[in-house]
């Protein structure tokens, strides 16, 4: 039904993975398999909804806090993962690390610490070295053939009083885990008793072959956000655009005086807005396929 077999050639497209070789690395003759993104084409149904909105060829200002694009992402929870979530609570943002560092600044001083399974994602380390917090590693130990969690080191970094925030990668990159119900249970109590709130990186969500569990659906507080995007399973990061779901008020303000009043951020990118809306109501089956 969809073609991922005809090769598409990026180069001369400005795109990083292939046409910044020589800038990143220092030698042209290297295959680069660093960046996470595709190099086929996206979804049939996001192009068409792209190609008609380029076509209309006038580009002012655009909105992304309307049901249109809230729906889309709360639907798409609700379909794929059965996870209820209120269109209120859904935030845009121009990157998935722009609002976690955002959610950093908001929820720690400089010089807390914030609690990482390690390896982690190399922005997660700079973002926080960049915004002074001390990342608190939880190294996964490898078992077998996969990643655990060592709880009690896991609990002694939660209970240090500088630590104020779980940045949490699920399914994590790079090793891989989709964690289990029983995992994020495990680790929603110690941060729930130890008063250390939770930032979800769910980024990677949608391509993993076990069932991946949002936060919202362990969660028993609202000290917590999840933030994500469709930008890695549509293959559309360069359309701009992420959000993230907070369920608490005051955090929730908080986050959009940022985005709008002290970054300018207030409109997004309408071919992003737009990219999500078509991935979340039409792109399944492309998806799936
Ligand atoms: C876990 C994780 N978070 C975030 C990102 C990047 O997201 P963005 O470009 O929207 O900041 C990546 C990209 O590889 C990632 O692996």
């Given at each position: 039904?969809?073609?991922?077999?005809?090769?598409?050639?990026?180069?001369?497209?400005?795109?990083?993975?292939?046409?910044?070789?020589?800038?990143?690395?220092?030698?042209?003759?290297?295959?680069?398999?660093?960046?996470?993104?595709?190099?086929?084409?996206?979804?049939?149904?996001?192009?068409?909804?792209?190609?008609?909105r380029t076509e209309h060829g006038v580009w002012g200002y655009s909105r992304w806090n309307h049901d249109e694009f809230k729906g889309a992402v709360t639907g798409w929870f609700e379909r794929r993962y059965g996870c209820s979530l209120d269109n209120s609570h859904v935030v845009y943002?121009?990157?998935?690390?722009?609002?976690?560092?955002?959610?950093?600044?908001?929820?720690?001083?400089?010089?807390?610490?914030?609690?990482?399974?390690?390896?982690?994602y190399d922005a997660f380390?700079?973002?926080?070295?960049?915004?002074?917090?001390?990342?608190l590693a939880s190294p996964l130990e490898k078992t077998g053939g996969t990643y655990e969690v060592n709880w009690a080191q896991f609990e002694a970094q939660a209970a240090r009083p500088s630590c104020k925030i779980l940045l949490l990668c699920s399914p994590h990159n790079p090793t891989g885990r989709v964690w289990s119900r029983d995992e994020l249970t495990r680790m929603e109590d110690i941060c729930s008793r130890h008063g250390v709130k939770v930032i979800s990186d769910d980024i990677h969500m949608d391509?993993?072959?076990?069932?991946?569990?949002?936060?919202?659906?362990?969660?028993?507080?609202?000290?917590?956000?999840?933030v994500s995007s469709g930008s890695k399973s549509f293959n559309i990061p360069a359309l701009g655009g992420a959000y993230a779901i907070i369920p608490d008020s005051e955090s929730r303000d908080a986050f959009l005086t940022r985005l709008k009043a002290a970054h300018g951020l207030s409109s997004p990118s309408i071919l992003g807005v737009i990219g999500h809306m078509s991935a979340y109501n039409e792109g399944e089956a492309w998806l799936d396929a």
């Open positions: 039904m969809f073609d991922f077999d005809t090769p598409v050639n990026r180069y001369g497209t400005f795109c990083t993975q292939w046409d910044y070789v020589a800038d990143r690395f220092g030698s042209a003759d290297l295959l680069p398999f660093t960046i996470s993104d595709m190099d086929f084409n996206t979804a049939p149904c996001i192009r068409e909804a792209i190609q008609k943002g121009p990157s998935v690390i722009y609002i976690i560092s955002q959610l950093v600044e908001l929820w720690s001083e400089k010089g807390d610490g914030v609690l990482v399974h390690t390896p982690a380390y700079n973002m926080l070295a960049t915004n002074g917090r001390e990342c391509i993993s072959y076990r069932p991946y569990i949002p936060w919202p659906a362990i969660a028993a507080n609202t000290d917590w956000a999840l």
